[in-house]
């Protein structure tokens, strides 16, 4: 079936470098993807978002990647601060099914002070 | 937050009790939708609701029965839950072709 993962479990990061995080997905069709943030005992959090027809999109200190040709997605977090720490997770959905999402597993981020 | 709110934070319930689960959105969204979250697995998909009818349920076991009374207001029915049915479980919404965005989740435990 169609799945969307995530190639590394963890990742810890010095504070102040930037981090990158990486998502595979598997169907070609998809047209619209988010990542999200999901801090210990809170509800995923929206970070940024991009279609299909971008291939880069910016927001404060995050920048997400799409290479459609070999299906990834990244996420770049620029100068990597504490409160970065979570877990990321990726999503991809076709526009138009009731916007349902698939979801990977999840990579944690640390952050070392 | 992201005006998703859920209520409540936390619950603990036998497998004999009823309870429910509720969630409000105030982004005037027009779909919401329950995911089960388990520890080390990803956010799985429970229902949807798209203008307050029912689109999708997958494939869900009777003991869990969700209500969505306006566009607003999303219930989760709880009744002679499992211990396997401890998670945090997390209602989002989204506007129409839009990306979801989640409430702080229920943290559920079945003793």
């Known amino acids: 079936g169609e799945s969307v993962g995530l190639h590394l479990p963890t990742l810890s990061v010095q504070e102040g470098d930037n981090s990158i995080i990486n998502c595979a997905y598997s169907?070609?069709?998809?047209?619209?993807f988010i990542w999200y943030k999901q801090e210990s005992g809170k509800g995923p959090q929206f970070i940024i978002d991009i279609r299909s027809n971008m291939d880069k999109r910016q927001g404060q200190r995050v920048t997400v990647l799409l290479n459609k040709t070999v299906k990834h997605l990244s996420l770049q977090i620029a100068a990597t601060q504490p409160g970065d720490s979570a877990v990321y997770f990726c999503a991809e959905t076709l526009t138009g099914a009731n916007s349902k999402l698939t979801f990977g597993k999840g990579i944690t981020l640390s952050v070392r002070p | 937050e992201t005006g998703v709110t859920q209520t409540p934070r936390h619950l603990v319930m036998g497998m004999t009790n009823k309870k429910s689960l509720k969630c409000e959105q105030h982004l005037g969204h027009n779909a919401m939708y329950w995911y089960k979250q388990s520890a080390k697995k990803p956010l799985e998909l429970m229902f949807v609701y798209s203008l307050e009818e029912r689109v999708e349920n997958n494939s869900v076991p009777s003991r869990f029965s969700p209500e969505c009374p306006n566009s607003s207001h999303l219930f989760l029915h709880l009744h002679t839950l499992q211990p396997e049915d401890s998670a945090l479980y997390l209602c989002?919404?989204?506007?129409?072709?839009?990306?979801?965005?989640f409430g702080p989740g229920t943290r559920l435990t079945v003793l």
């Open positions: 989002a919404s989204s506007p129409q072709g839009g990306g979801q965005f």
């Open positions: 169907n070609s069709a998809s047209d619209y």
